[in-house]
């Protein structure tokens, strides 16, 4: 690795005055807060919060329906990663199993609320297909639906990705030890997946723990922690010091997520290499697997099947006659196409920036010898396991007086934040592995540390920065929990707007807002896997 350079010690300690600003003080004021009140700083804002029947309710409420999905979107997302990897189902149907999981990745989670009631609802698409409601879809079973749909492409992710990192021999040597099925089963799978497993489960407890699109739509009177927040915080009578008490203690199941992760690191462990087999022919394997695995897509596509039918018809359910003036009607709203406009902007805006601090940040720790670079590590634990919610409100009560309130500036700068942890996870991974001496052969041929960094090191991860721009892009489209406290009028959101106009029962113009959303983020989606592909062609 190159010796320590003036640049890479101006990079390092931007980056670190960045997190400093914009993610330790927040948090410090954050805590803060919550012990002000008029006589000082006190336990009274915390007593007078844990005193208050309804927010205990809706903490086991949230922790209750959490619990259940992300145990039902790890059971699922083993079982399609499995189907993936251990069975002879045909190649393409593979593929298409890997597109249809992650579809619902593209929206914002308040447009899932408003599907399963246009698709489970009394005259809901769904129920006329099937004759009657299927369920109550208010309250807990419409969350348990949404948090489920929502969950599982990242908990699929994390499976899927750790299922590339086994090495089958140990299928093959465990048959020839005539173990039994599960016996096998747990000791060449189950087992080195342990952690992955675990990963799966507290991503998934945790984004169902702290969101507030789905709940914010179809949670009925089934209080969850998220809305009693929303509630305290841009309700009638603002309440800062008890907002920020609950965000503390929203921060309590992360926590617990956290020490599982590290009691489950112990699980883990490494492969010499990583060898593909052919598995064994098993057509009841292979068929119960691929039925299993359409049934859940199926299954989770049906619910956004009405979107793209309803804001095509004069008046769903009632009226079934074929019209556009639902979609005119939005593109001519300068108030709809401005919101979708600012929702561009922040995401570009988001993506650039973000690729340039998370891959800076990766950089100065996988390629330097700067003291202190572990920093980059701790803050991407936190930002991994910090509710959006609870950083846009202390966003909210560090910057309340300040000239950031209400610019695209500070929606922007906590999406970076919030959404740090994964592309500069997807870079450090990417640039450790890289020949360690270029810098230094770059050097010794005359050119300077960042014409190195331009001309060798950027375009052997090229790959990873596409990947990087599709996370970050994707995200900052569809976010809702992060930026609820932090929009104003002037720099209104798609995912906002929509949770205005539910109010006026404008569904239509959610559901059209909800497609530009949609083909947007597919658009962007698709770019990037043809640039990757493109990428790959040229390297064979």
């Given at each position: 690795?190159p010796?320590?350079?003036?640049?890479?010690?101006?990079i390092?300690?931007?980056?670190?005055?960045?997190?400093?600003?914009?993610?330790?003080?927040?948090?410090?004021?954050?805590?803060?807060?919550?012990?002000?009140?008029t006589?000082?700083?006190?336990?009274?804002?915390?007593?007078?919060?844990?005193?208050?029947?309804?927010?205990?309710?809706?903490?086991?409420?949230?922790?209750?329906?959490?619990?259940?999905?992300?145990?039902i979107?790890?059971?699922l997302?083993?079982?399609?990663?499995?189907?993936?990897?251990?069975t002879n189902?045909?190649?393409?149907?593979?593929?298409?199993?890997?597109?249809?999981?992650?579809?619902?990745?593209?929206l914002?989670?308040?447009?899932?609320?408003?599907?399963?009631?246009?698709?489970?609802?009394?005259?809901?698409l769904?129920?006329?297909?099937?004759?009657?409601?299927?369920?109550?879809?208010?309250?807990?079973?419409?969350?348990?639906?949404?948090?489920?749909?929502?969950?599982?492409?990242?908990?699929?992710?994390?499976?899927?990705?750790?299922?590339?990192?086994?090495?089958?021999?140990?299928?093959?040597?465990?048959?020839?030890?005539?173990?039994?099925t599960w016996?096998?089963?747990?000791?060449?799978?189950?087992?080195?997946?342990?952690?992955?497993?675990?990963?799966a489960?507290?991503?998934?407890?945790?984004?169902?723990?702290?969101?507030?699109?789905?709940?914010?739509?179809?949670?009925?009177?089934?209080?969850?922690?998220?809305?009693?927040?929303?509630?305290?915080?841009?309700?009638?009578?603002?309440?800062?010091?008890?907002?920020?008490?609950?965000?503390?203690?929203?921060?309590?199941?992360?926590?617990?997520?956290?020490?599982?992760?590290?009691?489950?690191?112990?699980?883990?462990?490494?492969?010499?290499?990583?060898?593909?087999?052919?598995?064994?022919?098993?057509?009841?394997?292979?068929?119960?697997?691929?039925?299993?695995?359409?049934?859940?897509?199926?299954?989770?596509?049906?619910?956004?099947?009405?979107?793209?039918?309803?804001?095509?018809?004069?008046?769903?359910?009632?009226?079934?006659?074929?019209?556009?003036d639902?979609?005119?009607?939005?593109?001519q709203?300068?108030?709809?196409?401005g919101?979708?406009?600012?929702?561009?902007?922040?995401?570009?805006?988001?993506?650039?920036?973000g690729?340039?601090?998370?891959?800076?940040?990766?950089?100065?720790?996988?390629?330097?010898?700067?003291?202190g670079?572990g920093?980059?590590?701790?803050?991407?634990?936190?930002?991994?396991?910090?509710?959006?919610?609870?950083?846009?409100?202390?966003?909210?009560?560090?910057?309340?007086?300040s000239?950031?309130?209400?610019?695209?500036?500070?929606?922007?700068?906590?999406?970076?934040?919030?959404?740090?942890?994964?592309?500069?996870?997807?870079?450090?991974?990417?640039?450790?592995k890289?020949?360690?001496?270029?810098e230094?052969?770059?050097?010794?041929?005359g050119?300077?540390?960042?014409?190195?960094?331009?001309?060798?090191?950027?375009?052997?991860?090229?790959?990873?920065?596409?990947?990087?721009?599709?996370?970050?892009f994707?995200?900052a489209?569809?976010?809702?929990?992060?930026?609820?406290?932090?929009v104003?009028?002037?720099?209104?959101?798609?995912?906002?707007?929509?949770?205005?106009?539910?109010?006026?029962?404008?569904?239509n113009?959610?559901f059209?807002?909800?497609?530009?959303?949609?083909?947007?983020?597919?658009?962007?989606?698709?770019?990037?896997?043809?640039?990757?592909?493109?990428?790959?062609?040229?390297?064979?």
């Open positions: 690795m010796n320590i350079k003036l640049e890479m010690k101006v390092y300690m931007a980056i670190i005055l960045l997190f400093s600003v914009f993610l330790v003080l927040p948090m410090l004021a954050l805590f803060y807060r919550s012990f002000q009140t006589n000082g700083l006190e336990l009274t804002n915390y007593i007078n919060v844990l005193a208050n029947g309804e927010l205990l309710t809706a903490f086991m409420n949230s922790i209750k329906v959490s619990g259940l999905t992300a145990v979107s790890t059971v997302a083993f079982m399609i990663a499995y189907a993936l990897h251990c189902i045909e190649h393409r149907y593979k593929s298409i199993i890997k597109v249809g999981i992650l579809i619902p990745m593209l914002p989670t308040i447009t899932y609320g408003f599907a399963i009631m246009y698709s489970f609802g009394n005259q809901g769904i129920t006329q297909l099937m004759g009657e409601p299927l369920f109550n879809i208010y309250g807990f079973n419409g969350l348990l639906l949404g948090y489920t749909i929502y969950t599982l492409p990242a908990a699929f992710l994390i499976i899927n990705n750790s299922f590339m990192y086994i090495d089958k021999r140990f299928m093959v040597v465990s048959k020839l030890m005539l173990d039994g016996r096998s089963f747990f000791h060449t799978i189950l087992r080195p997946l342990t952690g992955a497993i675990g990963g489960f507290v991503l998934s407890f945790i984004l169902s723990f702290t969101d507030y699109g789905i709940p914010a739509s179809i949670g009925g009177t089934y209080s969850v922690v998220s809305t009693q927040l929303y509630q305290v915080m841009l309700g009638s009578i603002p309440n800062f010091s008890h907002g920020a008490v609950i965000a503390i203690l929203m921060l309590l199941p992360a926590l617990f997520g956290v020490f599982l992760l590290q009691y489950l690191e112990q699980f883990n462990f490494h492969y010499d290499k990583f060898t593909e087999i052919e598995m064994v022919e098993n057509k009841g394997r292979d068929i119960s697997f691929a039925l299993l695995s359409s049934l859940v897509i199926i299954g989770m596509l049906s619910v956004f099947l009405v979107m793209f039918i309803a804001p095509f018809l004069t008046s769903f359910p009632y009226d079934s006659t074929f019209t556009w639902h979609l005119i009607n939005v593109f709203s300068n108030d709809l196409i919101v979708y406009k600012n929702s561009l902007i922040v995401a570009l805006f988001t993506t650039f920036f690729i340039l601090i998370a891959y800076s940040s990766a950089i100065i720790n996988a390629r330097t010898k700067i003291k670079k920093a980059f590590d701790i803050v991407s634990m936190i930002t991994n396991t910090l509710p959006g919610m609870v950083l846009g409100l202390s966003y909210l009560l560090l910057f309340n007086n000239s950031l309130k209400g610019t695209f500036i500070i929606i922007i700068v906590c999406n970076i934040v919030h959404y740090y942890t994964t592309p500069y996870l997807m870079a450090k991974n990417s640039l450790s890289m020949n360690p001496t270029w230094t052969t770059g050097g010794l041929l050119d300077s540390w960042f014409k190195t960094i331009y001309r060798v090191i950027l375009p052997n991860s090229w790959g990873t920065v596409i990947e990087m721009f599709s996370y970050y994707i995200n489209m569809v976010t809702i929990s992060g930026i609820i406290f932090l104003s009028a002037q720099t209104s959101l798609v995912s906002s707007k929509i949770k205005e106009l539910q109010h006026f029962a404008k569904f113009d959610i059209v807002l909800s497609l530009l959303i949609f083909f947007t983020n597919l658009i962007i989606k698709l770019l990037c896997d043809y640039l990757q592909k493109r990428r790959s062609l040229k390297n064979i």
